[in-house]
């Protein structure tokens, strides 16, 4: 998982504890290596970001933020919403029949994989188990680390 640190060696037995780093200190990283600020305006994207309750438009987080009284561009959202993938935070969910794509956060989650349905866009997240492992395996095997994975699966009313 991007910006954990495990404990280990603690005096105190917690050996298993995983301190997960803040997710703005992630995301100002990520600004910092492409040389960019941690602005006013990418600080309540991210927040409003970090509300999202599932998958989200980013259309609808444009709204939302004009509708808490801030003022954003959309090329401001849609730069943000990019350097927040580059960062592990979010990712983008594509749809078969939609070009715009939908969003979510992955940061702090065990489970990004989803099963859509084609003919009304629901999403659910599920998990499988094992899958995770398989994909250890299969990085070990060619020499890799696991970053991530994401699987989508998308199904119609039989």
Do not use: W
């Amino acid at each position: 998982m991007p910006g954990s640190k495990s404990l280990t060696g603690s005096p105190s037995g917690l050996d298993d504890l995983t301190i997960i780093e803040p997710v703005c200190a992630i995301f100002r990283r990520t600004l910092k290596g492409a040389g960019l600020k941690y602005t006013l305006e990418r600080a309540q994207i991210l927040d409003s970001v970090m509300r999202q309750p599932g998958l989200f438009h980013a259309e609808e987080l444009i709204r939302g933020l004009k509708a808490e009284g801030f003022r954003v561009s959309k090329a401001t959202v849609y730069r943000t919403l990019k350097l927040m993938q580059d960062s592990g935070i979010i990712q983008r969910v594509l749809f078969d029949d939609d070009d715009a794509g939908r969003y979510q956060v992955v940061f702090g989650t065990s489970a990004s994989d989803l099963l859509i349905r084609t003919d009304n866009g629901d999403a659910v997240q599920i998990e499988i188990p094992g899958l995770r492992a398989l994909c250890e395996q299969l990085c070990t095997k060619h020499g890799l680390a696991l970053k991530g994975h994401r699987l989508q699966v998308f199904a119609a009313p039989a």
